[in-house]
């Protein structure tokens, strides 16, 4: 297959802070590539997280995946003394961004008892910039990471990440938590909210792949998703094409800021994405005021970064209820969703919409 190089339209978003194809079996995977993880930057830091229940630590690592001959460096944040099984959820940067992304998203879902790995992608992640001095400058070297290969290999990530937990759970063990792989979340900023669409099933048309009709990257290993600033959609496919196959619970999240340095995609389009999906158990949270890096993990300067801690705590509170309705089954949160808790909990902070 022949992949277009060229940056992809109205995709992408500039993340470069804190801010698949191949849908093989873990066995498949151990026999045709094996695993080695390289703890290259194995400082282990244990922390204490204010509004969870659990302790937990972190663990940079990076995991090679040899059949592609790539390396995935990832960020662990994994609870300690949990009682029972944790559900995983995996986190994709957004464009120029590393598993650095959005720390106070894995350290709010990690004390709430979710084993989290957050995913470095080669090709689209911050050594496009590294070095590179001035704002224009940086964003005009990560521009070229936003393509279509690079795209095509983020979902490749995080199939393999998938695989390398299940090849490296013994006896529901990974790196001594406990953890359940028939509940996996994913979630992503801006160019890993791409990914995160893809991989739940979003299709994708010519204008990605020459003669592509409807291509699929879908991971059925996910159960449930959160979108953090998704860029509008622009495909040649219609949206009921594009997204018809998205049938997992979904959270989009934007603002009224949260506009596009690159492409200057729209708050109002990014929003568009929970039109387009027509499934039930889907959720839009537009704040009021938050930009494009709010959701990231940067705060801007100034008043603005009082309101982005804010979104940041509120979000980190959100979202850990929808990870406990869709992942452990919570009847409590599904109900504080779906009723008048998650809008009363917001009020006049965001406007939210559900199906």
């Not at 911050?126 to 690079?150: D, F």
């Not at 992503?188 to 048309?205: K, P």
């Not at 409590?332 to 009363?344: E, F, H, I, V, Y």
Request: net charge positive; with cysteine.
């Amino acid at each position: 297959m022949k992949f277009l190089k060229q940056p992809l339209v109205g995709a992408l978003a500039l993340s470069f802070t804190c801010s698949g194809l191949l849908l093989q079996t873990a066995t498949e995977a151990r026999s045709q590539a094996g695993y080695t993880s390289v703890n290259v930057h194995n400082t282990t830091q244990v922390q204490a997280q204010a509004t969870g229940q659990y302790r937990f630590e972190t663990v940079d690592q990076e995991w090679v995946d040899k059949r592609r001959n790539r390396t995935i460096p990832v960020k662990l944040y994994i609870p300690q003394g949990v009682s029972g099984p944790c559900p995983v959820i995996l986190f994709s940067h957004g464009l120029g961004g590393s598993r650095e992304a959005a720390q106070y998203l894995g350290k709010a879902w990690a004390g709430h008892g979710y084993l989290c790995v957050f995913m470095q992608h080669a090709g689209s992640d911050k050594g496009l910039w590294e070095g590179v001095k001035g704002y224009n400058n940086i964003v005009k070297a990560i521009q070229p990471g936003a393509n279509g290969k690079a795209a095509v290999d983020r979902t490749k990530d995080v199939s393999f990440v998938i695989d390398y937990l299940e090849a490296n759970s013994r006896k529901g063990i990974f790196m001594g938590c406990p953890v359940d792989l028939t509940k996996i979340g994913m979630s992503g900023h801006s160019f890993g909210a791409i990914t995160s669409l893809w991989v739940a099933g979003q299709r994708i048309g010519a204008g990605f792949m020459p003669g592509a009709r409807g291509l699929s990257f879908a991971e059925p290993r996910i159960s449930a998703v959160v979108y953090l600033s998704p860029g509008e959609y622009n495909g040649r496919l219609s949206t009921d094409q594009a997204f018809g196959d998205i049938k997992i619970p979904g959270m989009v999240v934007t603002g009224t800021q949260d506009t596009d340095p690159i492409r200057k995609s729209s708050p109002e389009g990014r929003a568009q994405n929970f039109d387009y999906i027509n499934a039930t158990n889907q959720y839009l949270l537009y704040y009021d005021g938050a930009a494009h890096q709010t959701f990231g993990g940067r705060s801007r300067r100034g008043k603005a970064s009082e309101l982005d801690l804010q979104v940041e705590k509120s979000l980190s509170a959100i979202t850990c209820q929808f990870w406990d309705a869709y992942l452990k089954n919570n009847n409590r949160s599904l109900a504080w969703l779906k009723g008048d808790g998650l809008n009363r909990y917001l009020g006049s902070a965001a406007v939210v919409k559900k199906k």
